[in-house]
């Protein structure tokens, strides 16, 4: 059953995936009618809100008493999607970790080219902290361009001197706009979603001739020393498999605990068709784990500090 359900996969994303040339407006407005076509579950609410003068898109499931904030960057190469419609799969992140989860609606480039979405992230961080939110009752978690920059707002709160959250995930992440990962090639005919040419197009709506192997941009390319436990995941027929595999490298070499987990045979952010692709669903139950521990590991720790 498992190689259907990769196989049905796979041939809705070659169905779907936008034309080359096509530009960042037909794109946005072709992930808008795919996703809007899919209707939410109905024991979630997504209301709009704000941090830090931020948008924000915040979403709660019914039963859940949350104890923690998932805080959630969406993914889009920073020019398309935003925080209402990644709103599915981070609820799945917060069903699995019993949290409140909060989807940062950041700037889209042409509009609002670099430093604007990483501007944003911080900012969104930094309001949620002042609420009140302590950061060890904090995970961040984000796919594709937003797993990138889950990460850069990790490397921009460290610098900062903020206190960290708990854990980090991150979903196929894009970790080097410079795309220089061999999986560029490698992963080219597997990758029903992505060609070079369409990554490179958004990407330079982003960086706007900037260099793209600027830290806050390519996390791959920072000093990654003193972040939180990160988990990487991705899958085998991805042209980005390479960045999750060389951010986890730059991990480990920095010292931060990271898990990094390859699944075979499975697309670009698998995990958002978890209902239909069972890799997906255990992925995100794995993910789970992984944030629930570290962040009962925080709460720990807090309270031990509270003792002294």
């Known amino acids: 059953m498992s190689t259907e359900q990769k196989d049905m996969v796979d041939a809705i994303l070659r169905q779907s995936a936008f034309p080359i040339g096509s530009t960042a407006q037909q794109q946005r407005q072709m992930l808008r009618a795919a996703l809007s076509a899919q209707p939410l579950p109905t024991d979630l609410t997504v209301t709009p809100g704000t941090l830090g003068g931020i948008p924000t898109a915040e979403i709660t499931i019914a039963g859940i008493e949350p104890h923690h904030v998932v805080l959630y960057f969406h993914g889009g190469v920073y020019v398309i999607g935003d925080a209402f419609l990644a709103a599915d799969l981070a609820a799945q992140v917060g069903r699995r970790v019993q949290a409140k989860v909060i989807s940062v609606d950041y700037r889209l480039a042409p509009e609002h080219p670099y430093p604007a979405a990483v501007d944003d992230a911080i900012a969104a961080y930094e309001g949620l902290l002042q609420s009140g939110v302590e950061a060890s009752d904090v995970v961040f978690a984000g796919e594709s361009a937003g797993g990138g920059l889950a990460v850069a707002t990790l490397i921009n709160a460290r610098d900062r001197g903020l206190p ?125 784990r992984f944030l629930s521990a570290h962040l009962a590991d925080a709460e720990h720790e807090a309270a031990r500090a509270g003792q002294f």
Not at 227 to 236: D, F, K, R, V, Y
Not at 241 to 255: C, F
């Open 164 to 288: 960290l959250p708990a854990a980090a995930f991150v979903m196929s992440p894009m970790t080097d706009l410079t795309l220089s990962g061999a999986s560029m090639e490698t992963r080219r005919e597997a990758d029903p979603l992505f060609t070079r040419e369409l990554l490179r197009e958004r990407i330079n709506d982003y960086t706007a001739g900037q260099d793209a192997a600027l830290p806050l941009m390519s996390p791959i390319f920072a000093d990654l020393a003193g972040l939180p436990p990160l988990i990487i995941q991705a899958g085998t027929n991805e042209l980005l498999l390479d960045d999750a595999v060389r951010l986890a490298g730059q991990a480990a070499a920095a010292d931060v605990e990271v898990t990094l987990e390859i699944t075979a045979g499975v697309p670009h952010v698998f995990q958002g068709y978890s209902a239909i692709l069972d890799e997906g669903a255990a992925a995100l139950d794995r993910a789970g």
